[in-house]
Structure formats: C-alpha cells, structure tokens
C-alpha cells in the first residue's frame, strides 16, 4: 500500500467538503506532504480569497492524514483526533488565494503514550515560498465515544 495511491479520504475521517485536503505529495518518518488547492466553493471564499485561518484547518487535517497513514500501515483504520491547540502561529499573507496550489507539511515534534502528539506544520507555495506555520498539539482518544461521555 502506498500512501500517494489512496484517497485522502481513506486517511483523514472528514467527508465531503469537510475533507480540505486534495492529495497526499510525499510521506517520511514522522512527516507528510499535503497538496491543497483553496476551493471558492462557497464554505469559505470570499472574493476569491481563503481567509488566513483556515490556514489551521489546512495543518490540522495534515496532521490527521499521517496519523492515518501511520494506522493504514498498520491494517487499522484512521481514528477522530482533537485538535487541542496551536502556539505561535504565524501567517505571513493575510489569506490564500483560491486556486493557487498550497503544500502542506506536518512534521511530528513528540507524542506521548496517552495520545497526545505536538507537530510543527507549514504552509508553502509550490516554490517553497512560507506562507504560514505553527506548532499544533492533538490528542486522539482510543474510544471516541468514551472520551466524549466522560467529558460532556
């Protein structure tokens, strides 16, 4: 199995136009590449411009598609994860074209045994112009249901 041959929605749990993601570009030991192309579908273009927040969603479904990969390898199914938080979040547009094609990397920086990783995640053009970065942190419970009939 190769992580380029499968639909990112085989390893992100989002659907339809929940799923920001258009295709997995590279994948490595605790990183992986996402292509994303800001979409003027409406849900959040304006004027042909993604507001630079989405940038977070863009990083955090990036996470979520190499912990996906991470249990495709290992014959089990992606799992719901949390986004806990981001510090120092830079952007360094004030938004993201729609059309223009985005890279997205998410490196992991640590995850501990109790499900909660930290990763330091970018946003390029494809000339590797910076655009935004940041360090997210995640926690993905083993029983989704559980954690959130325990913490409702």
Known sequence: MNAFELPVSELVPHDGPMCLLD?????????????????????????GTIGAWVGLEYMAQTMAALAGWE????????????????RR???????????????????????ADNGIGVMQCRIETLDRQVLAEALLSAYQPDDLQHFLKEHA
């Open 23 to 47: 295709a997995i570009e590279s994948v490595a030991t605790d990183t992986l590449t996402t292509r994303v192309v800001p979409r003027g579908d409406g849900m959040f273009d304006e004027h």
């Open 71 to 86: 249990r495709r390898k290992q014959g089990l199914l992606p799992r719901v994860g949390l986004m806990l938080g981001t």
């Open 89 to 111: 979040y830079h952007c360094h547009v004030p938004h993201f074209v729609v059309g223009q094609p985005l890279l997205v990397t998410a490196t992991r920086e640590f995850e």
